[in-house]
């Protein structure tokens, strides 16, 4: 019995050397901040499953996930969870890719992909922009190392894919484009597509479920407002403007008296922002608020883009290029007044010292600057690609199914630029969810390439004889 709890407790100290580093990395920002990392939109997050409703801009899962981890008594919980799942994902691409690994090794290339990338700052934040990066890792490894995985390891990136896909409805966006590109190779690499592809659906059905079952405000679709979203969108592109100008005139939408204000305030800026300044900036409450407008929003959207198919697809591809290089991190984070939802939530919802807590982060004193660090993030995006390009050949020739797996890295790093530019307006934060696969994929790349160097190494040095014995 000694020996099995000696066992036991030797395989526990290794396995907190090896991932103790990189969860420590993760958790900097939020420790270092003295209080989880939070956003506008966190206040609805964290209210909506503790007053029970159903947000109309956003799914309900996550606000789940976090009750379940503060369950109304501290917020600590809820980083320390993320942290560990994405230390758990990060050390599957390198085990599979590379092979068993020294603990050393692997504490050392894990540590290094959480700190040069936007992930910490991810992973301390009460926001689900986390999951995006992760559904795409998880949705890679399933599909092209399943061979490779351990059952364990399987139910865990199913368990990230299902819970990715219900927190964020563009993450269902995302992992379709990503199991289609799959498909469109799957005579070369025969990847394994179906059981990503049960994931995939199954999370979908949790994501629209809320809506589906509810008295009130019965739907199918990820959530109630997602039209109105994309009415927004229109407007941005100028295509709704277009549209409506010419319908108000015969059809009265309630939208339609808030046209002047909309026209006025796109003439005030150069580049302007008519989506977040309809969704919240006045228009859309005068115009009867969400469950008004979305009475028609569906209507309006299905007709833009019917009548100007072309514009559509033109300002799409434009808005995915600008957004694919909007890097920048810690968009939003920054000081909330007292009548801030995520304020008022901490405030009414928790215990005092939860909110005194909050009140006493750098965040809520002006202190976090993240100028220096976007800057470093972006050079380490910049450095990874110019490796990545100077590697592409040789993984290739080396080994297909792993090439492929740094291309689809690659190419989900592309894909939510296209999926975000298509339903919003370009913002840094958007595709700051998804900038860490960058180094991620060129930290593989590195390590393979190393690994093949060593092994090649070894061979040289050994005379033919000895080989000989070897076979």
Same mark, same amino acid.
């Given at each position: ?24 990395? $993760?958790?900097?920002? @939020? #420790?270092?901040?003295?209080?989880? !990392? /939070? ?6 997050? =964290? +209210? ?124 269902? $966006?995302?992992?379709? @484009? #990503?199991?289609?590109?799959?498909? !469109? /190779? ?6 394994? =597509? +179906? ?277």
């Amino acid at each position: 019995m000694r020996l099995r709890f000696r066992a036991f407790g030797a395989r526990l100290v290794k396995f907190l050397m090896t991932y103790s580093p990189a969860f420590l990395i $993760l958790m900097f920002p @939020a #420790l270092f901040n003295r209080f989880p !990392l /939070v956003y506008f939109d966190t206040g609805t997050y =964290l +209210a909506a499953a503790i007053h029970r409703f159903n947000p109309i801009d956003r799914p309900f899962h996550y606000s789940v996930f976090l009750y379940a981890l503060h369950l109304r008594q501290t917020l600590w919980p809820i980083v320390v969870a993320q942290a560990a799942i994405t230390v758990g994902v990060l050390a599957i691409p390198f085990d599979v890719s590379l092979g068993p690994l020294r603990a050393l090794h692997m504490a050392t290339l894990v540590a290094i992909s959480a700190a040069v990338s936007s992930l910490p700052v991810l992973a301390s934040e009460i926001m689900p922009d986390l999951f995006t990066p992760l559904l795409v890792c998880s949705l890679v490894l399933l599909a092209l190392h399943s061979l490779a995985l351990t059952n364990v390891r399987k139910v865990f990136l199913y368990a990230v894919v299902l819970l990715a896909i219900c927190v964020h409805q563009a993450n269902f $966006l995302l992992a379709c @484009a #990503l199991l289609l590109t799959l498909a !469109l /190779v799957r005579s070369r690499l025969k990847p394994s =597509l +179906a059981g990503p592809l049960l994931a995939v659906c199954a999370g979908f059905g949790l994501l629209i479920l809320p809506n589906a079952v509810s008295r009130h405000h019965r739907s199918f679709s990820t959530t109630r407002g997602s039209s109105v979203f994309m009415m927004a969108k229109l407007l941005d592109d100028g295509i709704g403007f277009d549209y409506l100008d010419e319908e108000c005139k015969t059809i009265p939408f309630s939208i339609c008296p808030e046209l002047p204000i909309l026209h006025q305030e796109r003439q005030l800026f150069p580049n302007p922002d008519s989506s977040d300044f309809f969704l919240w900036g006045g228009p859309l409450q005068a115009a009867g608020d969400w469950e008004e407008v979305r009475k028609y929003a569906g209507f309006v959207v299905a007709q833009c883009i019917f009548r100007y198919p072309a514009r559509f697809v033109l300002a799409s591809v434009l808005d995915a290029g600008r957004q694919s290089i909007l890097l920048s991190t810690g968009d939003g984070i920054v000081r909330y007044g007292d009548d801030a939802y995520v304020s008022t939530t901490l405030k009414n919802d928790f215990p005092a010292a939860v909110f005194n807590e909050f009140q006493r982060s750098r965040q809520q004193s002006d202190s976090l600057d993240f100028a220096q660090i976007s800057k470093l993030d972006i050079c380490v995006i910049i450095l990874s690609f110019v490796v990545l390009g100077a590697l592409a050949k040789s993984l290739y020739a080396a080994d297909k199914r792993f090439a492929a797996t740094i291309l689809m890295l690659l190419v989900g790093f592309l894909v939510n630029a296209l999926v975000m530019g298509t339903l919003g307006h370009p913002q840094s934060r958007y595709q700051n969810r998804v900038s860490c696969l960058i180094p991620l994929a060129a930290m593989m790349a590195v390590s393979y390439r190393l690994k093949a160097a060593r092994i090649a190494g070894k061979i040289l040095r050994h005379t033919p004889a000895q080989l000989e014995d070897q076979l």
